[in-house]
């Protein structure tokens, strides 16, 4: 669909950048695109806006159809609407953050249910490297349209927030049952770097536990190698 785009005519695309945490390890799911232009290159999941449609609308249909998943989290992250930024024409992107659980996807890419491939994200949020799981390495450039642009600025808006909102909690697996060295996991993925655990965990403490934003549930996480881990519950979860 729209291999060609009407000349003077504007069209609004939206995009979806989908984010999940595995392994310690912060992850985007991309497709390789089948159509010109930029067929056989790696891209997000997009699509055009329907004249009866908003964007908002167009991206939950988008997810919904691709994703069979639920508790998917999804935010507005920008709207892209340089000149060039597409080939075939006039085209402006709203692009959105997806979020969601690594348990909720596992299934899924085990019974290859769905059209994605897995890419670890690595380095700075302007230059990002993106490492495939058949080994397969790609920076910004190697993408199609301006998608290396959205995903560095999806990862530097993800990092910005992480400390002040509770974007972190929605990679948790279990936001009913999660202990502070998984919360410590999420952050340590999304920021790119090792966090000391007991300023980590002094942090968290006062700016969620004591304000009741998250509590200490009577349940235990799994034994390690001292007591178990205690396992907290977001507010309202």
């Known amino acids: 669909m729209h291999d060609s785009l009407k000349e003077g005519q504007l069209y609004v695309t939206v995009d979806m950048m989908i984010l999940t945490v595995r392994e310690g390890k912060l992850n985007l799911l991309l497709s390789q695109r089948k159509d010109k232009p930029y067929a056989g290159q790696w891209a997000l ?8 449609e908003s964007a908002e609308t167009t991206v939950h249909k988008l997810l919904e159809e691709m994703l069979p998943v639920k508790d998917a989290f999804l935010e507005q992250l920008y709207t892209f609407s340089e000149v060039n930024r597409d080939p075939r024409g006039r085209v402006i992107s709203t692009a959105y953050l997806v979020i969601i659980p690594w348990n909720r996807l596992e299934t899924l890419f085990e019974e ?26 790609l920076t ?13 600025t999806g990862v530097q808006r993800l990092q910005g927030k992480i400390d002040y909102t509770e974007v972190g909690f929605r990679f948790l697996n279990d936001r009913n049952a999660f202990s502070l060295g998984e919360l410590q996991t999420v952050f340590e993925a999304v920021l790119g770097k090792q966090l000391d655990k007991s300023n980590f965990r002094r942090t968290i403490k006062a700016r969620y536990e004591d304000t009741g934003k998250m509590t200490l549930t009577d349940r235990e996480g799994r ?3 001292g007591r178990p ?8 979860e």
């Not at 999941?45 to 009866?52: E, H, T, W």
């Not at 910004?140 to 560095?152: M, P, V, Y």
């Open 112 to 137: 290859a249910r769905i059209p994605f491939s897995r890419f670890e994200i690595s380095g700075e949020a302007d230059w990002l490297r993106l490492k495939g799981t058949d080994g397969t390495i």
């Open 45 to 52: 999941p997009g699509r055009f806006v329907g004249l009866d």
């Open 229 to 236: 881990s205690l396992l907290y519950q977001l507010k309202g």
């Open 140 to 152: 910004g450039g190697d993408l199609a349209f301006d998608h290396g642009r959205i995903i560095g």
């Open 223 to 225: 034994k390690s190698r």
